[in-house]
């Protein structure tokens, strides 16, 4: 029964088969549509930078180090990948004569559309996605912007980053001293308060722009975008000069990555770092500790600094994603003061305590529609201690009473063959420990909205708000003074393109101050492809163009030294308007840039020339205080007599700040870079620069001095500030570099040099020799040395968790590299191991 009843079933089944075999494949079709349904699409459309669609790119989803899904990308450049698999995703793209591109990783649900548009950089020349520029990112080739990215690869072998700063055009870098001084960043020829300095799109530079290099490690750095050029429509004041962007790295890997290294070198240097990473489901994950510690080479020079940083994300949908991420530095420096003015080294400290927070919340709200909201504190603490005075203790130096110490006899010689030899004042009698404490903290609210009306034209707006508090303590002279500032600014642009070969950018900002007012910063950009990217010799030709306007605060120091506030707070009203001295108003910076790039051998080559021409008005310049009873010649004796006595116990500095500076900086910067075979890229630069002081406070007002002026054999001086006529302070007209990157397999090595002219500068020894006269001041023209400065370093992963990696700075040993006076770092190296456990841990 059994048997028949199966067998009947057969028959019956073979019977049917024709109907059910013509209703099987609409079935097959129906549960296919509905696992595709529900399933995860990831989309977007790749592109060249320049715009245009690349066919036939391999798009692979990858999840856990193994490919899930992949698409090839059609004629219009387009690609969709679906997958029913829910998790933390990312894309690697490879196309022919393209760079492999890797992104950063991502969260997708069964039911989220996801689109990822990828742009290719051609394999021979690096060209990034910059985020300066526009606000948003976007391939450089799309912008106008000078902007310069510093990879991971230079970054990991510098404990700070001032030796990368100095590899790109238009940039000049200062630091007084040796490791661990004070560092300062010049951009086209601007001040060094003049740069907006963010980290992780928060502002991270003291109340007015002043930013200490010196101190930043390079702990947790992924990159760093350097914009040069105004840019206040985008960033607010401070970004007068240029704009430095540091972001911190995510964790990638599914399961924890560790990575530790430790290195020792000479001058007693040692350098720890461990680094935890990670991403699980929704949530990605980094936290980094590094120590760094040496004496360097002078007396009461030793530093050291600590240096924690976190970042943690959660992507709880497709759409939205929440980070929070935070640096916090501690460091101790000697500060020896200028070596070769005294031969005798200060017994003093400066202590910084930096921690920088930012949060954010980012939605892409609809297709077209995404949105940023991020708040960022900022609490800096700077301690000076000057403990106890060195030198030989000399009574009545200066015929007046005063006593001094005063360093050893030295002769003191320029760059520009001046020399001058005596003994200077080191030192004054007064109170010790002397100390100084600075405190800048910030809290800023940020919005940004773009909006994408077609694929050529987007839509940004903006807001910002920001709550700054700084104060200065100085115990031994009773002195506590603090300040609070609110500020805000609205923001909006468009960048667009037609055609994909004429981009442009169009912007602006409206700022209120509290100290200054309100101030208005428009700027705008093009570039247009003379020539599309193609095959052959010429390969490619843009033509660019920029133009913009920026404003700056005024530093916490220049507001309390304000030299108008010192002629009201004394009752000498009539003594600022016979000066003509106004309240500290903002620094202002206009800009003109035209320029060209072009590609040679199927864009083998890359040359980028352009000329800028920068206009600095109402700038900050310093009187020095002992030479007002000069200029106000109309007072009475006792009244000089009661202003010497008041200026000689004025402790905010030893000058005045007043905005009497104007200045025009112009110049021409060109960079080559290019690839020969697979493992070797070279890439080098030169800026000129030419930067003429117009109108200064000494050069305005030495009428009224009777003639008075600092001289060296009958050639004016500039004490404290330049002249007019003369260059601006540490700003060399020639600057260069030259870089060699080589990598294959697990062998890497660079070769790094940078060079810079002679540049005009003083000693400030002004009344500081042993009579308290200026025999010790020489011409400012070319005073400071050029110098060439070459680096070398290599790691090899002889193993896949464990490498060696060492690294040698300053290989001339070249000691003019700082400021006249100071010392800079001899030949110093360093060389270690590190260990890794899960390879690209923190990508």
């Not at 590299?817 to 800079?824: D, L």
């Amino acid at each position: 029964m059994i048997v028949f009843s199966l067998r009947v079933r057969r028959s019956r089944v073979c019977a049917a088969a024709p109907h059910r075999l013509r209703i099987l494949p609409v079935v097959a079709l129906l549960l296919a549509l509905s696992v595709l349904a529900s399933a995860a699409s990831v989309r977007g459309t790749v592109t060249d930078a320049s715009g245009a669609k690349v066919t036939g790119a391999t798009v692979a989803l990858l999840q856990n180090g193994s490919v899930v899904a992949s698409a090839v990308s059609a004629a219009d450049g387009s690609y969709q990948i679906l997958t029913g698999i829910t998790g933390r995703f990312y894309i690697v793209v490879s196309a022919k004569s393209f760079r492999q591109l890797e992104t950063p990783g991502f969260y997708a649900g069964r039911l989220d559309s996801v689109e990822r548009n990828m742009v290719l950089e051609p394999e021979w020349v690096r060209q990034s996605i910059v985020v300066t520029a526009t606000g948003t990112p976007t391939p450089q080739p799309q912008t106008s912007a000078a902007t310069t990215v510093i990879g991971p690869t230079d970054i990991e072998l510098h404990s700070t980053l001032a030796s990368d700063l100095r590899l790109m055009p238009g940039t000049s870098v200062q630091q007084i001293g040796e490791r661990g001084a004070q560092t300062s960043l010049f951009i086209r020829g601007g001040a060094s308060d003049d740069n907006a300095v963010l980290i992780d799109g928060i502002k991270a530079t003291d109340l007015g722009g002043r930013f200490d290099f010196g101190n930043l490690p390079t702990t947790a750095m992924q990159s760093a975008e350097v914009y040069r050029g105004p840019n206040s429509g985008l960033y607010g004041a401070d970004a007068e000069s240029g704009v430095l962007n540091l972001t911190t790295p995510r964790g990638t890997t599914s399961f924890p990555s560790f990575f530790l290294r430790g290195d020792g070198g000479n001058f007693q240097t040692h350098h720890e770092q461990f680094t935890l990473a990670g991403a699980r489901s929704k949530l990605d994950y980094l936290g980094a500790y590094d120590w760094f510690q040496t004496a360097n080479s002078l007396p009461h020079d030793a530093f050291h600094i600590g240096s924690a940083a976190a970042n943690l994300g959660w992507q709880p949908i497709a759409s939205t994603q929440f980070r929070g991420a935070a640096h916090y530095n501690v460091a101790s420096t000697g500060v020896p003061n200028a070596w070769d003015f005294y031969r005798v080294a200060d017994n003093a400290t400066q202590k910084d305590q930096d921690l920088y927070v930012s949060a954010s919340v980012d939605n892409q709200t609809t297709a077209s529609f995404h949105n940023l909201v991020r708040y960022g504190a900022a609490r800096k603490r700077e301690q000076y201690a000057l403990w106890q005075p060195s030198g030989q203790f000399v009574a009545n130096y200066d015929g007046f009473g005063d006593n001094a110490y005063l360093g050893n006899p030295v002769t003191i010689k320029g760059a520009n063959g001046s020399s001058a030899s005596g003994r200077a004042v080191l030192d004054f009698d007064e109170q010790y420990p002397f100390t100084q404490r600075f405190v800048s903290d910030r809290d800023q609210l940020v919005y940004q909205g773009d909006y994408t009306f077609t694929p050529h034209l987007q839509a940004l707006i903006g807001f910002q708000f920001e709550d700054e508090r700084g104060s200065e303590s100085i115990p031994s002279f009773f002195i506590n003074e603090a300040t609070e500032r609110t500020n805000y600014d609205y923001r909006a642009s468009v960048h667009g393109d037609f055609h994909s070969r004429f981009f442009y950018t169009l912007g602006g900002s409206l700022e209120h101050y509290s100290l200054f007012g309100v101030a208005t910063t428009p700027r705008a950009g093009f570039t247009l492809y003379a020539l599309r990217p193609r095959s052959g010799i010429f390969s490619g030709t843009r033509i660019l163009f920029n133009y913009g306007d920026a404003v700056r605060e005024p530093a916490l120091t220049d507001q309390f030294g304000s030299l108008y506030q010192f002629f009201t707070a004394n009752g000498l009203q009539a003594a600022a308007q016979q000066l003509h001295v106004t309240p500290l108003a903002a620094p202002t910076a206009r800009t003109y840039e035209g320029g060209f790039e072009q590609t040679f051998l199927s864009e083998h080559i890359l040359l980028r020339a352009s000329y800028f021409h920068n206009q600095f008005g109402r700038q900050l310049e310093y009187v020095d205080k002992f030479l007002l009873p000069n200029l106000l010649f109309n007072l009475t004796p006792s009244q000089q007599q009661q202003l010497g006595d008041t200026l000689a116990s004025y402790p905010n500095a030893f000058s005045f700040a007043v905005n009497t500076q104007a200045f025009r900086a112009q110049g021409i910067e060109a960079t080559l870079e290019g690839g020969i075979g697979r493992s070797l890229f070279l890439r080098g630069g030169y800026t000129w620069l030419d930067a003429v002081v117009q109108r200064s406070f000494d050069s305005d007002n030495e009428a009224l001095t009777g003639g008075y002026a600092p001289t060296y054999n009958g050639i004016p001086i500039g004490a404290v500030s330049p002249l007019v006529g003369a260059r601006p302070f540490r700003r060399p007209p020639h600057t260069g570099f030259a870089t060699a990157t080589w990598s294959t397999g697990r062998i890497a090595a660079i070769a790094n040099a940078a060079f810079a002219s002679r540049s005009d500068d003083s000693t400030y020894l002004d009344f500081a020799d042993a009579t308290g006269g200026n025999s010790l001041l020489l011409p400012n023209r070319n005073l400071d040395y050029g110098y060439a400065k070459m680096d070398l370093g290599g790691s090899w992963d002889f193993l896949p968790w464990l490498g060696v990696y060492g690294i040698a700075e300053n290989l001339a040993s070249n000691q003019h590299i700082a400021s006249i006076g100071y010392v800079s770092l001899p030949l110093s190296f360093r060389a270690g191991m590190r260990f890794q456990w899960g390879k690209g841990s923190g990508r």
